[in-house]
């Protein structure tokens, strides 16, 4: 009996410790954004009764203690989807990441100004977009994507050209875009000239994008438009899935595309190529792209996260060029007739590759860098000359973060440093229909371009937040003509100090107040600071812009209603302005001063919610309105005399739209069905500085709808169609501004966008 007693003893305290030690199964881990790799405060964590078995802390950390070494649990943070996390017992580290929902960005973490702050709390006009917007159309452009943003405004008639301004900024860009500072994955998109292509990026591997409107210097350097943060696609938490998707669509447009995601607790795999042709909507507008996207995130450490970025693409494009009024009235698909006997395209191969780490010295001192290098090759013939470049780029980005923990005014300091710098080897022949003449230039450009930034954020109060940031900023362009030697020479554009002030308050949910006062400089491209006959232009400056913007945003009707106001005034002194002076040759020269006060509204309602209905788990209407009272204040053109030709002070700036409006509806059902539809409105628009000819307003409906389904235990199904110009409207999105007509014809200012067309789709991931 002793003996048994002992047993059952032994057994009992066997059973104890068993039970202690699952009951002290210890995770441990970290909680990022899904695409910026922030940090998340806040996260709540439940288990599978519900109850809170853990908080996320400012830096993202978190322990959770658990009776079993298997099974899941749930994190929660407003703004964000809900995230199930799988708990097996031969991992006891995790790095959870969240995915922003798209139905709630004003609640989602921004890295702008890196503030890891959200939306509604960050200073200044900024606009998040996910890859729901993106996918909100045929996912073959950004166009629908960057349009439904007030103030953003991105033209595109075909696929081979596209132009992006914000608040009326790069607009006037007789190619590519101007302006307009463009990153991926915080790796400079941007030439270092500050001409941006982003034919090379692939929409349908963009996770979500970033818009900062206005000058952005405290964090980003130079810049009067304002700043894209890109972020590549990154795999969902704990899955591993193989997809394939097709797309077909009129105008021969149709595409195939495989991508392999892995999201573990060590490594986030995201590889994707994909092959994309399309006949064109007019004559000589054919397209295609070549696409091989990868995006990997490591983890070696929980201070460390590395990322490697690797991208390839190949685009084979022909240029119509643009038509007349009485030609667009003949014949909108027709080709421009010398376009079409020079052969006008455009042929190129970009590869871009990234190396970027995050370091977490300590819980106050931490560390982003990222270096790259960037290069490609161009067979460009033009109506008036034939064109092969070759471009190679290097640089790196850092960026330092301290908080010293002040117990009096918290201050967070950030200091940081930008380099960039390309060569391009350019030779330009005569075009004789589509094949290389003579030559009659051979430059090479070597361009510099560097800034230094630094930003403080001081809590005031509990609600109130100072921000103050200064960048300086240089440019400078090494030309060397073998052709014409005495125009070879150095053009340096003095450096610039650049500040910002920014004030915040949140007063509650309901509203936050934002001042901020900001300045930015532009300097011309390589290709805009020569004169009529070659030589560099010594006159030419840069376009210096000072911004005044007062920010309110908030949610109302138990956050249902969320709402983003600003109102602006952006004064500029010497803005670029091209005069075409011969065919194919225009030269640049700075107008006095110019003045954009404009006002941006977007609203979006959560009018149904999955616990509202039990069919209908979104159902959202939003709405994005922009006014704008863009004007030149002191513009006048002179003569090769300095003598005053024409005064255009009053005249309203070119290629702007007073009245914007974009509004649409999503609706997402618990069966799988979704639908998302667009109306876009543009009002009239001056065509030349004269404000003589005007590109008519115009309006454009589209829609799509889908089915989305999970067929088998692993096996997701994504089918869908759309139509786009739904009204069959005729319009121009993409203009040429002062277009000039030679030998007594009309100027050539229209680009006619398509009509009435669709597409179709199938997704089909298979998940291991």
């Known amino acids: 009996m002793k003996s048994l007693r002992y047993l059952m003893l032994s057994i009992g305290l066997l059973l104890f410790f068993i039970q202690v030690k699952a009951q002290n199964r210890l995770f441990k881990g970290h909680i990022y954004d899904s695409q910026t790799r922030q940090?998340?405060?806040?996260?709540?964590?439940?288990?599978?009764?519900?109850?809170?078995?853990?908080?996320?802390?400012?830096?993202?950390?978190f322990e959770l203690g658990t009776s079993s070494a298997e099974g899941q649990v749930k994190a929660s943070l407003r703004g964000y989807k809900f995230q199930l996390?799988?708990?097996?017992?031969?991992?006891?580290?995790?790095?959870?990441?969240?995915?922003?929902?798209?139905?709630?960005?004003?609640?989602?973490?921004?890295?702008?100004?890196?503030?890891?702050?959200?939306?509604?709390?960050?200073?200044?006009?900024?606009?998040?977009?996910?890859?729901?917007?993106?996918?909100?159309?045929?996912?073959?452009s950004f166009q629908s994507a960057l349009n439904g943003i007030p103030g953003v405004r991105m033209d595109q008639s075909t696929l081979s050209e596209a132009r992006i301004s914000i608040r009326g900024n790069g607009v006037r860009a007789s190619y590519g875009i101007r302006n307009v500072k463009i990153y991926l994955n915080e790796i400079p998109v941007t030439e270092a000239d500050g001409t941006t292509r982003i034919e090379a990026l692939d929409v349908n591997s963009i996770g979500r994008a970033e818009v900062i409107k206005g000058p952005a210097s405290s964090i980003y350097g130079a810049g009067t438009a304002g700043v894209i943060n890109f972020q590549l696609q990154r795999s969902p938490y704990q899955e591993q899935s193989l997809e394939a998707s097709g797309l077909i669509g009129a105008?021969?447009?149709?595409?195939?595309?495989?991508?392999?995601?892995?999201?573990?607790?060590?490594?986030?795999?995201?590889v994707s190529y994909g092959w994309q042709e399309y006949n064109g909507y007019r004559e000589h507008s054919t397209d295609m792209r070549r696409f091989l996207t990868g995006n990997f995130q490591l983890f070696p450490s929980d201070k460390r996260i590395i990322t490697l970025l690797i991208n390839r693409t190949t685009q084979h494009s022909q240029i119509p060029g643009s038509l007349t009024l009485d030609q667009v009235n003949t014949n909108p698909l027709q080709a421009n007739a010398t376009n079409l006997d020079k052969a006008a395209g455009r042929y190129q191969n970009w590869t871009r590759i990234g190396l970027g780490q995050q370091y977490r010295f300590n819980d106050q001192f931490s560390n982003t860098t990222s270096v790259f290098t960037y290069f490609y090759d161009l067979n460009h013939p033009l109506p008036y000359a034939y064109i092969r470049n070759y471009y190679q780029s290097y640089g790196g980005r850092t960026r330092f973060s301290y908080d010293p923990e002040f117990k009096t005014l918290p201050t967070r300091f950030t200091i940081g440093a930008e380099f960039n710098e390309g060569l391009t080897k350019g030779t330009q022949y005569v075009n004789n229909h589509g094949?290389?003449?003579?030559?009659?230039?051979?430059?090479?450009?070597?361009?510099?371009?560097?800034?230094?930034?630094?930003q403080s954020e001081t809590a005031l109060g509990p609600k109130t937040t100072l921000t103050l940031g200064l960048s300086y900023n240089s440019l400078r362009y090494d030309v060397k003509d073998y052709l014409k030697q005495n125009q070879s020479g150095l053009k340096k554009f003095d450096p610039q100090a650049s500040p910002r002030i920014a004030l915040s308050h949140n007063f509650s949910d309901a509203l936050s107040l934002h001042a901020s006062v900001s300045s930015g400089f532009s300097p011309p491209s390589s290709s805009e600071i020569k004169n009529v006959d070659g030589s560099i232009n010594p006159t030419l400056q840069a376009e210096k812009a000072l911004n005044y913007e007062l920010?309110?945003?908030?949610?109302?009707?138990?956050?249902?209603?969320?709402?983003?106001?600003?109102?602006?005034?952006?004064?500029?002194?010497?803005?670029?302005?091209?005069?075409?002076?011969?065919?194919?040759?225009?030269?640049?020269?700075?107008?006095?001063?110019?003045?954009?006060?404009?006002?941006?509204?977007?609203?979006?309602?959560?009018?149904?919610?999955?616990e509202d209905q039990q069919q209908i788990l979104s159902l959202r209407p939003f709405v994005a309105v922009t006014y704008s009272d863009f004007k030149f204040k002191d513009y006048k053109i002179l003569n090769a005399q300095n003598q005053v030709t024409a005064t255009y002070d009053g005249h309203q700036l070119t290629g702007i739209a007073p009245w914007v409006f974009n509004a649409g509806l999503d609706l997402e059902t618990r069966s799988g069905v979704y639908f998302y539809g667009s109306y876009f409105y543009s009002d009239a628009l001056p065509l030349n500085d004269a404000n003589?000819?005007?590109?008519?307003?115009?309006q454009v409906l589209n829609a799509k709808i889908g089915y989305k389904k999970m067929l088998l235990k692993c096996l997701e199904a994504n089918v869908y169609g759309g139509l786009d110009n739904i009204l069959n409207k005729s319009y121009s999105s993409i203009v040429s501004l002062n277009a000039v007509g030679y030998g007594g014809a009309q100027p050539a200012y229209f680009n006619p966008s398509p009509k009435r067309n669709g597409y179709a789709g199938l997704n089909l991931k298979y998940i291991f």
């Open 251 to 270: 105008n021969g447009l149709h595409r195939l595309a495989t991508t392999y995601r892995s999201g573990g607790d060590k490594v986030n795999s995201y």
């Open 551 to 610: 920010n309110a945003k908030g949610n109302l009707l138990k956050s249902r209603l969320e709402y983003d106001l600003a109102l602006f005034k952006m004064d500029m002194k010497g803005e670029l302005i091209g005069q075409s002076v011969q065919q194919g040759i225009t030269i640049y020269n700075n107008a006095g001063k110019t003045s954009h006060n404009g006002a941006e509204l977007s609203l979006s309602y959560q009018l149904l919610k999955a």
């Open 85 to 140: 996390i799988k708990l097996r017992a031969d991992e006891s580290e995790l790095n959870v990441q969240m995915e922003a929902d798209a139905v709630s960005l004003n609640e989602v973490r921004v890295e702008s100004y890196n503030g890891n702050k959200t939306n509604k709390e960050t200073a200044g006009g900024i606009a998040l977009i996910t890859a729901r917007d993106i996918n909100r159309g045929n996912a073959v």
């Open 692 to 698: 003589s000819a005007f590109n008519p307003s115009y």
């Open 39 to 61: 940090p998340l405060a806040g996260v709540i964590i439940v288990n599978s009764d519900g109850q809170t078995i853990a908080k996320s802390d400012v830096k993202g950390y």
């Open 435 to 454: 094949t290389e003449g003579a030559v009659n230039s051979n430059v090479d450009y070597q361009n510099t371009q560097y800034s230094l930034f630094y």
